[in-house]
């Protein structure tokens, strides 16, 4: 709980927001700008190759190093405020460390979640990882306000460059940490010994009818969802003029809500399965977008609800989609699992991104809606909800399988008596 912690303050000073100020610092043209915002997808491609490697080497040794170094990849970046160099040598600089600390990052997770399947019994996995998340989300709403707050003062006094190296040094720092408390954790003894991969275990994902539903809906929702991704903090600076201290502020809310509902949630989910807060915490993440189109500049009290709805709901869907191909796999297939869900996701919301990068130049730049003036990006977030609520209704046909489960009972040692399976 305590490296999840200091992981959001890694991903507080190291992503989101600030990888948008160190764009616009370095001056990134839009081309690069949509390199940039396909980074995140494109690495998710990595998972493929990644769960062979956490299978080959072990969960626990693969996730300490993958983590240990994706969490200093950002490190060269705290010297490009101070160096002498062309503009087009900082920002190839910037692409790779966040190329590199993309895909590494991805390739840690695919290890650290199935070094996590073996290690938190499935009986009380959700309100375990419910818990954790509610620590995590504290720590992501101090940590997001902290970085917004940064990030304003130093824009506002001529000193971005300045502020942008204390946040990439904190994150470094930070990264060490997280690093230092995972070498402590054990891998435990039930896990399954690092081997040679079977083509068949690599495929199980795809062969298994459970497996191919999940991955139907991962599919679906991550495309809808990634048609207005990119555009949302880019309405925020743009069209509402938010700022990145308001804009820290929303994404604290949400992570504030999170932080009530991820426990809850994660009762639920070991009372009743992940399946029905997955349909659920789908349906409801459809009202959000239409929300948006009720916001301007001088009103923006509409996206408090929107936090509370992105909070609660998105606090649920990701328990769900994290405890799904640990439940519905075995050990010697987990990492293919999580594996095959997150690399679907990532391919299938790159596409959608692109896709709604397209399409916008078609949608009217003006519009009007029950008398409101609206424009182009209304029309694409209307056009995501539109996709999310068809992909929801995938959610309904996943097949849950509780995980296998397998307890020891020594028996006192008897002739002809052996263990007690259960």
């Given at each position: 709980m305590v490296e999840g912690a200091f992981a959001e303050l890694v991903g507080a000073c190291a992503s989101g927001g600030v990888i948008t100020a160190w764009a616009l610092y370095l001056d990134l043209s839009p081309a690069l700008i949509g390199l940039l915002g396909a980074l995140p997808f494109a690495a998710q491609l990595v998972q493929l190759p990644a769960s062979w490697i956490t299978r080959r080497l072990g969960s626990r040794r693969a996730a300490l190093w993958t983590i240990g170094v994706a969490r200093?990849?950002?490190?060269?970046l705290s010297l490009l405020p101070w160096v002498r160099c062309t503009?087009?040598?900082?920002?190839?600089?910037?692409?790779?460390?966040?190329?590199?600390?993309?895909?590494?990052?991805?390739?840690g997770n695919n290890a650290w979640t199935s070094w996590m399947g073996d290690l938190v019994p499935g009986a009380v996995r959700g309100a375990y990882f419910g818990r954790r998340a509610a620590v995590c989300a504290l720590a992501a709403t101090v940590a997001a306000l902290g970085a917004g707050a940064l990030l304003d003062s130093g824009g506002n006094y001529g000193h971005a460059g300045a502020a942008l190296c204390a946040l990439t040094l904190i994150a470094s720092a930070a990264g060490a940490v997280t690093t230092l408390l995972l070498r402590r954790q054990h891998q435990p003894r039930s896990a399954t010994p690092p081997r040679a991969v079977p083509l068949r275990e690599a495929l199980a994902p795809m062969r298994?009818?459970?497996?191919?539903?999940l991955l139907a809906f991962q599919l679906a929702w991550s495309a809808a969802s990634g048609v207005a991704a990119a555009f949302y903090p880019l309405h925020m600076i743009g069209n509402l003029r938010m700022g990145f201290a308001r804009m820290a502020l929303y994404a604290a809310a949400i992570a504030a809500f999170k932080m009530v509902a991820a426990p809850l949630w994660g009762r639920t989910?070991?009372?009743?399965?992940a399946r029905p807060i997955l349909a659920?915490?789908?349906?409801?993440l459809c009202l959000s977008p239409p929300l948006w189109l009720f916001a301007s500049e001088g009103s923006l009290g509409v996206l408090a609800l929107d936090?509370?709805?992105?909070?609660?709901?998105a606090a649920g869907l990701s328990l769900a989609t994290f405890s799904l191909p640990i439940a519905l796999s075995r050990p010697a297939t987990r990492s293919f699992y999580v594996a095959a869900v997150a690399a679907a996701g990532g391919l299938a919301a790159g596409l959608g991104s692109a896709a709604g990068g397209f399409s916008v130049r078609f949608l009217p730049g003006a519009?009007?809606?029950?008398g409101r003036?609206?424009?182009a990006a209304h029309a694409l977030f209307l056009l995501g909800a539109g996709a999310r609520f068809a992909a929801a209704f995938l959610a309904l046909r996943i097949i849950e399988r509780p995980a296998a489960e397998v307890l020891e009972l020594p028996l006192p040692a008897a002739p002809g008596r052996a263990k007690l399976s259960a």
């Open positions: 200093q990849c950002v490190l060269p503009a087009a040598t900082r920002q190839a600089v910037f692409l790779g460390c966040t190329f590199a600390a993309s895909a590494l990052g991805v390739a298994d009818e459970s497996g191919r539903r989910l070991d009372r009743h399965g659920i915490c789908s349906f409801l936090a509370a709805i992105n909070g609660v709901a519009w009007s809606l029950l003036p609206l424009v």
